[in-house]
């Protein structure tokens, strides 16, 4: 399985909602990260785990709470978005940390209303 | 912190014709360099890496070449085919992994 799942594909939410997306894998890959889309740009790099621990936080605002349960699952916590924060959201995942190849899902499509 | 820029935002070629897609870099200590292609609704697709220590390296249609002296990357697609029709971002990252930066991005249209 060379698959990283997303869900929900599409996700509408109020500024005063609190939701989740989900990330997984099963190819034993020991780094997960999430990435902020906007349309026509580049990802940007959010949020990195390595072995279930927060390793690298790009100065995210704190409405945006990640979580990693285990080595196959990330969690990305939204509570109290702004419409700004819509965007497709990413989740990829690699070997280690330091492989440069990294495998992506297809990503959470989020409207903040 | 450092960027990594693409010169050219589209790009539309014939098929059977071959693409090169350029990128410039600042961060001279990257050692990896990589592309990526996104289809549209999809997530980024791993293409090719190259290492820093390296001038040139080819896959199955595809051929990478870096210049450190001017910071330069290029993706060369040999015989553009419709199925290349996509975004393409160069990325870099370093050995430990502690930076990934994507660049700026080019639209391929491949006209049949």
């Known amino acids: 399985d060379t698959e990283v799942t997303q869900t929900p594909k599409h996700l509408v939410m109020g500024m005063t909602n609190k939701k989740s997306l989900k990330c997984e894998q099963h190819?034993?890959?020991?780094?997960m990260y999430w990435y902020k889309q906007k349309a026509k740009k580049p990802p940007e790099l959010m949020f990195v785990?390595?072995?279930?621990?927060?390793?690298i936080n790009e100065s995210v605002p704190s409405r945006f709470s990640p979580e990693c349960p285990n080595s196959s699952l990330l969690n990305l916590h939204l509570h109290a978005l702004q419409p700004e924060d819509s965007a497709l959201y990413l989740c990829?995942?690699?070997?280690?940390?330091?492989?440069?190849?990294?495998?992506f899902g297809p990503g959470t499509r989020l409207t903040v209303t | 912190g450092e960027s990594v820029g693409l010169h050219l935002p589209t790009l539309s070629v014939q098929e059977g014709d071959n693409s090169i897609i350029n990128c410039a870099y600042s961060?001279?200590?990257?050692?990896?360099f990589i592309w990526y292609k996104q289809e549209s609704g999809k997530g980024p697709q791993f293409i090719i890496d190259?290492?820093?220590?390296?001038d040139k390296r080819q896959g199955q249609r595809v051929t990478v070449l870096l210049n450190k002296t001017v910071k330069h990357l290029s993706l060369q697609i040999a015989a553009t085919q419709p199925g290349d029709s996509a975004v393409y971002f160069c990325?870099?990252?370093?050995?430990?992994?502690?930076?990934?930066?994507f660049g700026t991005g080019t639209s391929l249209t491949v006209i049949p």
């Open positions: 961060n001279s200590a990257s050692d990896y």
């Open positions: 990829a995942s690699s070997p280690v940390q330091s492989s440069y190849e990294q495998y």
């Open positions: 785990y390595s072995y279930e621990k927060l390793s």
């Open positions: 190259i290492r820093s220590n390296m």
């Open positions: 190819m034993g890959h020991r780094a």
């Open positions: 990325a870099e990252t370093t050995n430990t992994g502690n930076q990934f930066y």
